[in-house]
Each structure stands twice: as structure tokens, then as C-alpha cells.
């Protein structure tokens, strides 16, 4: 982990009401010190909280030169429940964020090719989905966020007013909390971690 002085802040953008949450993430991710990345609200993103992706502009760039947004829900809805992003803990917010920025880990290996390919996969194979997500969550968890992250699935699996159905999903794409627990306690997590990225 990086000290937050040692962040690249000249090639980042951060909304001031998720500046701490967005710097906690960043600080375990000294790979990304020097990408560029926009954090930035959006009234509403489909079936999701977060979403990160390539910026359109350096999608045709070599892989070390792409930059990358990362789009959060300012109004977010899960089935009949609505929250704020300000009415979501430090933790949980921060546990997202991480699982963003280790979707962004995995596309720096990717090719143009490879991430045009990556795209149609995730849009007709929910298979692809799965693998997707749990790398996402095994790159965080590998770069020592597996706390945050877990508060993140306790926030929405222990939430009464969150559906069984958005559960489901959860459960079905994501790794389950006992899942994280066992890779922090294992503590071998750098190697699977490669494996998984593709």
C-alpha cells in the first residue's frame, strides 16, 4: 500500500463527497498510481451501482497508456429500495470503489481486441459475468481491501430492505463473504490473483 501523498493526483478526478473513500482505494493499488482515472457521478447507470470502463478517446491506445472512468450511481436503486451515496457507510463506499479499481486491474491486461471481445462476452454470457466479477473482487481482495469488501456484501446480503431477488444475483456472480474471509485468512492471494485475470 502507497501513502495517499504518493498518489498521482494530477492525472485523477475525484467528486469531494467520495475524496477519502476514493483515496483509501487508490493507496492499495500502486499500480494504478499513475493512470489516469475520473470518478464521476451519474444520475443513473442500468442494473448497477458502479461501472468501470475505458475512456472511449484511449480505447484504441496500447494498454499502458489507456485512461479509465469510473461512473457511480448518485441516486442508487436496488429493486424497491433507494439510497443516496451519502446515506451508504465510508466502508462500503470505499469496498466499491475497490471492486471498480480491480475491474480496472484486469483490463490493463487486456488488448483493444481482447476488451471489444471482453464486452460482447459480458453482454450474452452470464458465465463470462461471473468470472468477471470474481476477478474483480480477487484483485481487491489480493491488494488487501478484503475487509472493505466484505462490509460491502454484508451492507447489501444483512440489508431487510433489500430484495431476495438482488441477493440472489449477488450470490450468483460475486464471491460470498465466507469466500473473502477464507482467501485474507489463507493469505495467498497474489498468485490467484493472476490466475484469474485473463
Known amino acids: 500500500m502507497i501513502s495517499a501523498q504518493e498518489i498521482n493526483l494530477e492525472n485523477k478526478t475525484i467528486p469531494p463527497s467520495i475524496y477519502q473513500e476514493a483515496i483509501t482505494a487508490l493507496r492499495h493499488f500502486p499500480e494504478l498510481k499513475d493512470t489516469e482515472i475520473t470518478f464521476r457521478f451519474k444520475d443513473n ?4 451501482t458502479m461501472q468501470a ?3 472511449w478517446a484511449s480505447f484504441v491506445k496500447r494498454r499502458q497508456h489507456r485512461s479509465y472512468i469510473v461512473l457511480i450511481s448518485r ?3 436496488i429493486e424497491e429500495e433507494h439510497f443516496s451515496i451519502t446515506d451508504i457507510p465510508s466502508d462500503v463506499v470505499t469496498g466499491w470503489l475497490g471492486h471498480e479499481l480491480g475491474h480496472v486491474m484486469d483490463y490493463r491486461e487486456r488488448s483493444s481486441l481482447g476488451m471489444l471481445i471482453f464486452g460482447i462476452k459480458y453482454l450474452f454470457s452470464t458465465a463470462h459475468i461471473k468470472e468477471v466479477e470474481r476477478t474483480a473482487d480477487m484483485f481487491a481482495i489480493s491488494h488487501g481491501m478484503g475487509d472493505y469488501i466484505l462490509k460491502t456484501k454484508n451492507f447489501i446480503l444483512d440489508h431487510v430492505n433489500i430484495s431476495e431477488k438482488y441477493k440472489r444475483r449477488i450470490r450468483s456472480f460475486y464471491m460470498s463473504p465466507e469466500e473473502v474471509m477464507e482467501l ?7 498468485d490467484t490473483a493472476t490466475a484469474f485475470a485473463r
Open 53 to 55: 470502463q475505458p475512456t
Open 184 to 190: 485474507v485468512q489463507r493469505g495467498e492471494l497474489e
Open 45 to 48: 447507470i442500468q442494473k448497477t
Open 75 to 77: 441516486n442508487i436503486q
